[in-house]
């Protein structure tokens, strides 16, 4: 009588298997895969993001990678290779719902020609849900760029934030390089005016998130009509750069999207502003801020971060659900913050998840930040500035913190305190300090994060 075959891990339904490999861990998921061609077709399925950094010579392999992965539904790609990726995408059985295009380095710009056969190939992704540009749709014109939307009849999130703010390199070339500036002139950002915020929002009515830069137009109030009036299931915006906003403009648009979970309010103080964020001016668009039920995330910038409008959200009846806040200041205000306004929004919101904060420099920032993030007990990821030495709040995090994950720092270099007494977090997987910690201090880290990882 033959002997009965011992059955293994391999002899169970794919199904099965496909469910124990996505439990793994990335790293353990690769490992894996190299075991035999039955796990590598597994594994295969758990792909879902392609990232083309330099494409096979030979379209064939292209599609062949294509078929390979047939659970892809994000691609990331440079924007000079995009007509080649997306034809071949348009060959496949892909069902692609995320698309980002980024900038080419250098802003080398397609041409016109290829710019147009790129819109053209964006529009037949049908289902696609998320399109995050970069700077490469310079030469099509405003008329052609607001028509590029209309075909995604399923688009939910709009990403322009790298379609108009210049990188620290453009900035340099701009001042420094006359020739690189004809350069970076010809490739010049879309640009976000009034009219053309109307003309790309009549377009997308179902839109959820969007991020857009101002650079070289500021728009106006006229831009927040635009976006109530044409989104009105919008739950997630993002400013960025300057803007000629007024607090009452802001007022109407919060007022409008009562869906609104997310914003990120701009920096839109510009020179010649008649609002003086001590005045009686904010007061309006303070409360509206603390009636918006649903909001979980508020970014504040610049003159937005003062202890008044701090201490008045702090006070909001019912408290905001936030879960998430970032005040960051990246240069001094005129009229300044204090640890006052901070500790105010630290103590009333206390289920932040996401921190990240620029303190003011206090001397005592240290010793009262320790003391607040030891009731910020659900948070996973922090993010502090600082022109002081704030070990004290490091080890408190990892004492206090017991879910924290990530620790972003920026401070000056001090001796740390006795961290002896800390016990030991195996929650935290990433530590990143600037400037570059001492020796002894990382071991210290490595002894209370057993799992930790600096970057």
């Known amino acids: 009588m033959a002997k009965r075959r011992k059955q293994g891990i391999l002899d169970l339904p794919s199904d099965t298997l496909l469910l124990i490999v996505a439990q793994l861990d990335r790293k353990d998921v690769e490992s894996v895969s190299l075991v035999s061609k039955h796990f590598l077709s597994l594994t295969n399925q758990l792909v879902r993001k392609l990232t083309f950094l330099k494409l096979p010579l030979r379209n064939s392999t292209l599609q062949k990678l294509l078929t390979r992965f047939s659970s892809v539904n994000e691609i990331d790609l440079d ?23 980024r900038g080419s380095p250098g802003h080398e710009c397609p041409s016109q020609n290829e710019q147009h056969q790129t819109l053209r190939l964006c529009g037949s992704l049908k289902k696609l849900k998320t399109l995050s540009l970069g700077c490469c749709f310079c030469r099509v014109g405003e008329e052609r760029f607001a028509q590029l939307i209309h075909p995604f009849p399923s688009l939910e999130e709009l990403n322009l934030s790298d ?7 453009d900035e340099w070339i701009a001042r420094h390089d006359y020739k690189k500036m004809m350069r970076f002139n010809g490739c010049a950002r879309w640009s976000s005016s009034d009219d053309q915020i109307r003309k790309l929002t009549a377009t997308i009515p179902n839109l959820r998130k969007m991020e857009i830069s101002f650079y070289c137009e500021r728009p106006t109030d006229l831009s927040l009509d635009s976006l109530s009036a044409n989104c009105v299931n919008l739950e997630e915006i993002s400013f960025l750069g300057l803007t000629k906003f007024t607090p009452p403009g802001l007022c109407t648009f919060l007022h409008r999207l009562r869906n609104l979970r997310s914003i990120d309010l701009p920096g839109y103080w510009s020179p010649g502003s008649e609002f003086h964020p001590l005045g009686s001016e904010f007061h309006p668009l303070v409360e509206v801020i603390s009636a918006s039920e649903n909001l979980s995330h508020l970014s504040l910038e610049t003159d937005m971060i003062q202890d008044n409008i701090l201490c008045a959200i702090a006070k909001s009846s019912p408290p905001l659900p936030l879960t998430s806040l ?41 010793m009262i930040m320790s003391q607040l993030v030891k009731s910020l007990v659900c ?11 704030i070990y004290a709040t490091l080890f408190s995090l990892i004492d206090n913190c017991p879910v924290l994950e990530s620790i972003w720092l920026h401070a000056s270099r001090d001796v740390p305190p006795n961290y002896t007494t800390v016990k030991k977090n195996f929650s935290i997987k990433r530590i990143s300090l600037h400037p570059a910690p001492h020796t002894l201090l990382k071991m210290g880290l490595k002894s209370v994060c057993p799992s930790v990882k600096f970057e």
């Open 79 to 101: 924007c000079r290779r995009v007509p080649r990726v997306l034809s071949a995408v348009l060959s496949s059985q892909l069902n692609v719902e995320c698309l980002h295009i």
């Open 326 to 366: 970032s005040m960051e200041n990246p240069t001094l205000c005129l009229h300044g913050y204090t640890m006052t306004g901070v500790s105010a929004m630290l103590s009333a919101f206390q289920r932040f998840t996401r921190l990240s904060i620029k303190l003011p420099g206090a001397p005592d920032e240290d």
């Open 163 to 169: 379609c108009a703010y210049p990188s620290v390199e």
């Open 379 to 389: 948070l996973k990821g922090f993010s502090v500035a600082s022109q002081c030495p």
